[in-house]
C-alpha cells in the first residue's frame, strides 16, 4: 500500500490509496450512520421539468400520447412505487396564456423567422398532461414577466379544474425572474407574495401551494462579498416578507453548472471539466448556507432544485448528450441529496431565441435532453445515456421511504464540503462513494444497506490504451456474517459514448424505453468490487 489519504471532517470515512492511479481505495469507515447524513430522501428524488412550450412534443395528447416518454417515466415508477415530479414551466412559462376556446390543447407562436414568441394553451392541454404516470404529482408555472395578475390567475385556475387536487403539488409565479424587470428582493416579494395570496384565495386553494424563487444566478462567493445577501434568491425574499402570508410551500432555484449562452462559458464547458466531482462540489457547495436557512425556515424538505442540467442555453454536443452527462448526472442527485436537497428537477426542452444573442444552440431540441421524444433539427427519437443514471437513482431509492444519503469518500469536512483545502482530493476528483442507511430504528443506522461507487476518470472510447480500473475495497462494510454482495452496474464503452444501445444499467439497455438484454447482478465474495474508468456500480449489502 502506498500512501494514507485522511479526510479531516465530521466521521468521514478514512481511505488507503495507492499512490500509482489510484488503482485500490480501501474504505474503513466508521459503518456507522454519520452525524452529516441527510434527511430522509424523497422517493421522487430525481424528477423533471419540462419546458411548457416544449411539453405536448414530450408527453403527447389525447388522440396521440407519445409512447417512448409514457415508457420511460414508467420505468422510474416500477422501481421507487412513487412517479417521478413533473415540473412544466421554464422561460416559456413566462408567456404563456390561457384560451378556454383554443381546440388544440397547445399552440407556439413562432414568427418567420424561427423565433417562438409566446404558447397558448387550452382545456385539452391538461388532458395531455393526464397521460403522465397515475399519481404524478405536478407544478404548474406561471407568467410573471408581464405583470398580469389575471393572465397568472386563468392559467392556474385551469390547472386547479384540470387536475384532481391530489395531483396538483404547487404553483411557481415566474420563471427566473433575478433575469428581468430589475427585480429586488423587496419590490419580488412584495409582487410575488400578494399574488401568491390572492390566487390562494380566488382558487380557494389549501395554503401552502406556492414554490417561491426559481432563480437562477450563482451565489456569489464568499459569502460576505458585498452584494452577496441582496442578491434575489430563496432567502432574500423570505427576508423581505415573501411569506408574510404563510404561502410559501417550498423553495426553488436553479443550477446549471456550465452554460454556452457566450464564447466565454462555451470554452470551459468541456466533457472532462463536467466530470469531475471537485468541480461539480465546489459548484453546488455554493447553495449550502441558502440549503440551511431554508430548512430552519420552511422545514427540512423544503429546498429543491426545481431546474437543473449540465450546460445552460441547451447543452453542448459531445458534451451534454454523452455517458459522460450520465455520470456527472448520478454524481450531482446524491451529491445534492447529501446536502439536503429534497428534490431535482431536470430540464428537457429546446433552444430558445433570446436567451442570449451570442449562445451556440439554435432551433431543434436540447443536447441536454435525457431523450428527444419527437423527430427534431438535432436528431432523430431517441434516448440518451444519461437516462440510465436516473434508472441508477430509483433503484437506489427502491420503495424505501426511510432511506439516508452520505458522502463517504472524499468524506464530510467541517466545513461541509467534500472538497479538501488543496481543492481536490488524491483521486483529482476522480472517486467518489456514497452510503446509504435505513432510518426506520436505531438498528437500522449499524451499517449501509447500499454503496454507489462512481469512478468519474474520463476514458473515452476512442482511446487505444487499456482502460484504466479502480478497486474499491469495501469489506469493512459488508455486514457480519455475509460474505456475498449484489453488484449492478452503469456502463458505456466511454464516456464520449452517445447511444443509448451501448449504455446499460445492470445489463440492461433502454434505447426503446423498454428494457433490453438480460438483467446482470454480480455477486462479490472478496470485498473488492473493481470499477472501470468512465463507470458506477450499485452495491446492494
Known amino acids: 500500500m502506498g500512501s494514507i489519504l485522511v479526510l479531516a471532517g465530521l ?65 422510474l415508477w416500477v422501481r421507487t412505487g412513487t412517479p417521478a415530479q413533473i415540473r412544466i414551466g421554464g422561460i416559456t412559462a413566462d408567456s404563456t396564456y390561457w384560451d378556454p376556446n383554443l381546440n388544440i390543447s397547445l399552440f407556439n407562436f413562432v414568427d418567420d ?40 390567475l386563468d392559467v392556474a385556475r385551469s390547472a386547479v379544474q384540470g387536475l384532481s387536487s391530489s395531483d396538483l403539488l404547487a404553483f411557481e409565479i415566474g420563471n427566473e425572474p433575478d433575469h428581468y424587470l430589475a427585480f429586488t428582493p423587496a419590490n419580488y416579494s412584495s409582487i410575488w407574495g400578494t399574488w401568491a395570496k390572492n390566487i390562494t384565495d380566488t382558487l380557494d386553494l389549501e395554503s401552502p401551494m406556492f414554490q417561491i424563487a426559481a432563480t437562477v444566478e450563482d451565489p456569489l462567493w464568499p459569502f460576505n462579498t458585498p452584494g452577496a445577501t441582496s442578491q434575489l434568491d430563496c432567502v432574500s425574499t423570505l427576508a423581505a416578507g415573501g411569506n408574510r402570508d404563510g404561502i410559501v410551500k417550498s423553495c426553488s432555484e436553479h443550477t446549471y453548472q456550465y452554460s ?49 442540467n449540465s450546460v445552460s442555453c441547451s447543452g453542448r454536443d459531445n458534451v451534454s448528450n454523452t455517458f459522460g452527462q450520465a455520470l456527472w448526472l448520478l454524481d450531482t442527485t446524491f451529491y445534492a441529496a447529501s446536502l439536503n436537497v429534497s428534490r431535482l428537477y431536470i430540464h428537457q426542452g429546446g433552444p430558445l431565441a433570446l436567451q442570449s444573442s451570442t449562445q451556440l444552440n439554435h432551433g431543434g431540441l436540447s443536447f441536454y435532453n435525457l431523450w428527444y421524444p419527437v423527430q427534431n433539427t438535432n436528431g432523430p427519437v431517441k434516448v440518451f445515456p444519461s437516462y440510465s443514471a ?53 438498528a437500522d443506522h449499524t451499517s449501509p444497506t447500499k454503496l454507489a461507487l462512481i469512478n468519474l476518470e474520463i476514458f473515452n472510447q476512442t482511446q487505444a490504451v487499456p482502460r484504466p480500473s479502480t478497486t474499491f475495497d469495501i469489506s469493512r462494510f459488508v455486514p457480519k456474517g455475509h460474505r456475498a454482495v449484489k453488484v449492478r452496474r452503469l456502463q458505456a464503452p466511454g464516456a464520449d459514448i452517445k447511444e443509448a444501445n451501448v449504455t446499460t444499467w ?36
Open 113 to 152: 423567422k424561427g423565433v417562438l414568441h409566446n404558447t397558448t394553451i387550452g382545456p385539452g392541454f391538461w388532458d395531455s398532461v393526464k397521460l403522465l404516470p397515475d399519481g404524478t404529482k405536478v407544478i404548474m408555472n406561471l407568467d410573471l414577466h408581464d405583470l398580469d395578475y389575471f393572465g397568472a
Open 260 to 308: 454556452v449562452c457566450d464564447p466565454p462559458r462555451i470554452a470551459v464547458a468541456t466533457l472532462p471539466n463536467l466530470v469531475n466531482h471537485t468541480r461539480l462540489a465546489q459548484y453546488l457547495d455554493l447553495w449550502q448556507p441558502r440549503i440551511k436557512t431554508i430548512r430552519e425556515q420552511l422545514g427540512l424538505d423544503a429546498f429543491t432544485i426545481g431546474e437543473y
Open 390 to 442: 436516473y434508472l441508477f437513482v430509483a433503484e437506489t431509492l427502491g420503495g424505501s421511504k426511510t432511506l439516508r444519503i452520505a458522502n463517504l469518500f472524499p468524506g464530510r469536512q467541517a466545513n461541509g464540503s467534500t472538497i479538501t483545502t488543496a481543492l481536490g482530493d488524491q483521486s483529482a476528483g476522480q472517486l467518489v462513494v456514497y452510503g446509504f442507511w435505513e432510518d426506520n430504528s436505531p
Open 506 to 541: 445492470a445489463g440492461q439497455s433502454f434505447e426503446s424505453g423498454i428494457a433490453s438484454g438480460e438483467l446482470v447482478e454480480e455477486t462479490v465474495s472478496d470485498g473488492k468490487v473493481r470499477v472501470q474508468a468512465s463507470e458506477a456500480a450499485l452495491v446492494l449489502l
Open 11 to 75: 466521521l468521514s470515512s478514512l481511505a488507503c490509496i495507492e499512490a500509482s492511479n489510484l488503482p485500490i481505495l480501501k474504505l474503513n469507515g466508521p459503518t456507522s450512520l454519520p452525524l452529516t447524513a441527510s434527511h430522509r430522501l424523497d422517493p421522487a428524488l430525481g424528477s423533471f421539468s419540462i419546458e411548457t412550450a416544449f411539453f405536448e412534443e414530450f408527453v403527447g395528447n389525447s388522440s396521440s400520447p407519445n409512447s417512448l416518454t409514457k415508457n420511460l417515466l414508467d420505468n
